[in-house]
Structures are given as structure tokens and as C-alpha cells.
């Protein structure tokens, strides 16, 4: 089965992004943490990356891009009738971003809601969207991934904080129409090793308290060596289940565009899936890992500097704390 008319969901009318204008590169980090640009560039490929304002909070990165979202597919927000975003550092624990999103964009009183799966968090959205809109009960959803991960960050921890930054991503979705078609989905998770990546405390286990504040709790902690390992490993897995389920070749893929996590993981992706690394779209040496908002910047950068074509068949895929993946077939 290859004919993408048999296999067709929903389709993105328009896409859009919003990075902070705070640039830090490794230099200007490696004043103040234990560092150096030759240690970040050398394991991760990284050189710079966001960091949003103190008064910005994420539902003002999703504010951006979900507004250039609707400009580009020539949509209002009254035509929104559901709303996801993706994150990992929400505004506060309630009420949702998307709920705080909906008033600052002035959407109608439409479903919105959250969804928490990390760095895999954008293309689960999608998937939840696409199935609500396939529903018929919805008509045009709004999917966002926005982070302000400079919050949850420990800046006394260079093995996590060089790796991070700050942005939005945001695509405007339709049952029909003209646009990006969505063919498949093949999301997963692993609830097997949270410690991998978590963020042990201010949630009902370890609520906040002074404790938890000394022992710095708040922050992101990650065993980056096994991260790297089972990034590569499920990434791989979800591919290929794609692909095969929807009767394609890894040869048939034009473009790829991975999570931005680390420069070292996308090699190892192109490696074993045989797909040449000039197919990934890597934006990550600017901006560092942006988490749920790294694949809808990076699509929305790839699209506007023209690297996809109409017609182009794409791959997109992610891997996340949970440990959560996800990998989305895309017809360009
Ligand atoms: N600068 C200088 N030295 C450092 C730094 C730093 N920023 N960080 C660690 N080091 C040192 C360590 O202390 C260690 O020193 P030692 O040998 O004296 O003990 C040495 O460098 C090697 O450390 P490792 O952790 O073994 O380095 P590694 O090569 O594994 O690279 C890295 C670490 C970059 C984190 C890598 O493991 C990785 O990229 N993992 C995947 C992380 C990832 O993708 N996370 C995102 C998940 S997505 C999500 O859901 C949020």
C-alpha cells in the first residue's frame, strides 16, 4: 500500500515559529558556566541558542507562532475549533497553555488542551488532532509545541544546560484542503525508566517545599549517555514501522526532519536507516534542543527557505522524555 489518497488524514494548512531574540552562543555561555564552545560543538553540534525574556512566558512564544501559523494558511482565529499545545514548561500547572492561548489569540470558546510528552510532544498533538478532526466533530485545530525550558534549566549543571533553549512551533490543521498531507502516524512509549529524563520535584510526588528547592528538584535531569542510546534505537524503530506499514522504502524518503536534539543522534539515525544525511533538515546548531518546539520550527524554517518541495514525500521524528517517540509520514 503506497497510494497516499487511500491513506490521507488531515492536512496542515500553515505553519509558523517564533524564537526569542535573546541569542546566547557557547562563548558568551561558557563566561558563566563550566564550559567551553569546543565541548558543546564537539558532542552536540550546538553553537547557540534562544532564551526568552523573564516576563515572556510560553503561552507568549505560542502567542507568535501561532500567529503566524494562522498568516500563513490565510485563516482567523475565529475559524479555530480546537486547540493542543505541547509542553513541558506550561505557564503554571493550571489552568492549560492552551487555555491561556485561546484568550490571548481570541479564539472562540473552542475545545483547548495540553499534552505532555516531552520532545515527542508536537507530533503526539498532531496525532490526537488528526484523530479528533477525522471525528468530523472538529473542523480546524490549532497544534502547538512551545517551551520556555530556560525555566527549568540548572545553571549549575553543564551537563543538561548547554543543551537547551527557548521557541514555539506552530500548524494550523484541516480535514481538507490544500496543503502539507499527513499520511500516517506510529507514536509509542516507555514508562519503564523515568529517572532517564524527568524533572523530579513541584508535582504531587515531591510537591515544592524547601527540601525540594535545596536539592534543586526543579530543575531538568537527564543520564545523557542513555538517552542517546534509546533516542537513536526507538527513532530507528518508528521509522521503519512507518514506512513499511505504508509501503514505503527508506529510499523513498526526501526529507527527513528529526527532533534537534543532538547533532551526533541524527548522524546515527542516518546511519542505520541508510538515509543520506543531506535529507535531514537540522536547525539545531542555532537554536539547541527546543523540545515539543523543535520539529514545527524546523519544519516551518525548511518550508520557508524553500528546502521542501511540493510533492516530496517526509519523514518526521522524535524521541522524548517518558520515554515517549513518535514518527509522522508527510507528503510535502
Ligand atoms: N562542558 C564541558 N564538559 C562537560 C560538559 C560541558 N557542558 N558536560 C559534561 N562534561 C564532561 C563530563 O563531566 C565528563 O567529564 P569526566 O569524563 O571528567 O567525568 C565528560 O564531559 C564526558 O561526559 P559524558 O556525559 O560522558 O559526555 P557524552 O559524550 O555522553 O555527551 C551529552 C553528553 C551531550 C549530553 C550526550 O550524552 C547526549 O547528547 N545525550 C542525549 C541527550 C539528549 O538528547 N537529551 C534530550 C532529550 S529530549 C527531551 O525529551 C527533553
Known sequence: MNSDSELSSSVIRGVGSYLPEKNVDNIELSKRVDTSDEWITSRTGIKARRIAEKEQATSDLALEAASAALVDAGMSPRDIDLVVVATITPDMAFPSTACLLQDKLGIPKVCCFDIEAACSGFLYALDVADGMLSSNRYKCALVVGAEKLSSIMDWQDRTTCVLFGDGAGAAVLTNKGDGLKILGFKSGADGSNPKLLHQ??????????????????????????????????????????????????????????????????????????????????????????TSAASIPIALDEARRISVVQKGQLGLMVAFGAGLTWSAVLVRF
Request: glycine letters at 10%; one cysteine or more; charged letters at 25%.
Open 200 to 289: 523530579p520535584s513541584g508535582g504531587s510526588l515531591d510537591p515544592a517545599s524547601q527540601e525540594s528547592l535545596a536539592g534543586r528538584g526543579h530543575f531538568l535531569k537527564m543520564n545523557g549517555r542513555e538517552i542517546f542510546k534509546s533516542a537513536v534505537r526507538v527513532m530507528e524503530r518508528a521509522a521503519r514501522e512507518i514506512l513499511s506499514e505504508h509501503g514505503y522504502k527508506e529510499s523513498d524518503i526526501d526529507h527527513v526532519i528529526p527532533h534537534q536534539a543532538n547533532a551526533r543522534i541524527v548522524e546515527s539515525l542516518s546511519q542505520r536507516l541508510g538515509i543520506p544525511l543531506g535529507k535531514f533538515y537540522c536547525n539545531l546548531d542555532k537554536y539547541g534542543n
